[in-house]
Antibody, heavy 122, light 106 residues
Framework: EVQLVESGGGLVQPGGSLRLSCVASGFTFRDHYMDWVRQAPGKGLEWVGRTRNKVNSYTTQYAASVKGRFTISRDDSKNSLYLQMNSLKTEDTAVYYC?????????????WGQGTLVTVSS | SYELTQPPSVSVSPGQTASITCSGDELGDKYASWYQQKPGQSPVLVIYQDSERPSGIPERFSGSNSGNTATLTISGTQAMDEADYYCQAWDSSTAVFGGGTKLTVL
C-alpha cells in the first residue's frame, strides 16, 4: 500500500523558516518524481514544486510564488522528500501535501499524503 | 500565466448525470486530470490523461477534453460523490489547478 506521511508543520513568524518532511512507503520511491502541493484554508489547490528522480539528475522546478524562497530535496536512501521554506510570508499559510507523480506521463499526482499545516503569523 | 476556470458550484439530483467543466486556452492540446476532495481529506485522482480512470475509481466517472474545455462527467451520481473537484493541467513546466467546483447532490 502506497503511503505518504508529511510532518514538520507548525506555527512560524513571518520571515521565519520551516522544513517539511514526507516519508514514503509501499512503492519504489527513487523511480518517481515527487511534488509538493499546498492549499490555503478554505481555498483551492496550488502547486508548489517538483523534484525529479536520479535518472533526471534530481532537477527541481518551482512555482513563481515560492521560487527563491523554497527548496525541494529528496533522500532516496530514506524514502524521504523535503521542503525547506525560508522567508515565510503570511500568504504561505496552508496545508502542504506531498504528492507522488505517476510514472506513465509524469503529469498527474496519483497519491497524496494527509498534509501538514503551516501557519505563518505573528 | 495560464489559468483554468471552473464553475464554483454544480448541483445534481441523485441518479442523474453531473458535468463539471474546466476551461483554459487550448486546453485540448494538453492532458487534463481531475481530483476529488471530500471535506477534511486529501485529494484523490479520479481521471488522468483526459479520460483514463485509475484503478479503484468507479466507472461512473468519465472525462473528455477538446478545444478549450475539459469535462468531468459523473453518471448516476451518488450521495458519496458530493465533494470538491479540481481540474489540473501543465503549462510551461508549471502545474496549474482550476479553482475547484463544489458538487452538491440533492
Amino acid at each position: 500500500e502506497v503511503q505518504l506521511v508529511e510532518s514538520g508543520g507548525g506555527l512560524v513568524q513571518p520571515g521565519g523558516s520551516l522544513r517539511l518532511s514526507c516519508v514514503a512507503s509501499g512503492f519504489t520511491f527513487r523511480d518517481h518524481y515527487m511534488d509538493w502541493v499546498r492549499q490555503a484554508p478554505g481555498k483551492g489547490l496550488e502547486w508548489v514544486g517538483r523534484t525529479r528522480n536520479k535518472v533526471n539528475s534530481y532537477t527541481t522546478q518551482y512555482a513563481a510564488s515560492v521560487k527563491g524562497r523554497f527548496t525541494i530535496s529528496r533522500d532516496d536512501s530514506k524514502n524521504s522528500l523535503y521542503l525547506q521554506m525560508n522567508s515565510l510570508k503570511t500568504e504561505d499559510t496552508a496545508v502542504y501535501y506531498c504528492a507522488r507523480v505517476s510514472l506513465a506521463g509524469a503529469r498527474e499526482f496519483d497519491y497524496w499524503g494527509q498534509g501538514t499545516l503551516v501557519t505563518v503569523s505573528s | 500565466s495560464y489559468e483554468l476556470t471552473q464553475p464554483p458550484s454544480v448541483s445534481v439530483s441523485p441518479g442523474q448525470t453531473a458535468s463539471i467543466t474546466c476551461s483554459g486556452d487550448e486546453l485540448g492540446d494538453k492532458y487534463a486530470s481531475w481530483y476529488q476532495q471530500k471535506p477534511g481529506q486529501s485529494p484523490v485522482l479520479v481521471i488522468y490523461q483526459d479520460s483514463e480512470r485509475p484503478s479503484g475509481i468507479p466507472e461512473r466517472f468519465s472525462g473528455s477534453n477538446s478545444g478549450n474545455t475539459a469535462t468531468l462527467t459523473i453518471s448516476g451520481t451518488q450521495a458519496m460523490d458530493e465533494a470538491d473537484y479540481y481540474c489540473q493541467a501543465w503549462d510551461s513546466s508549471t502545474a496549474v489547478f482550476g479553482g475547484g467546483t463544489k458538487l452538491t447532490v440533492l
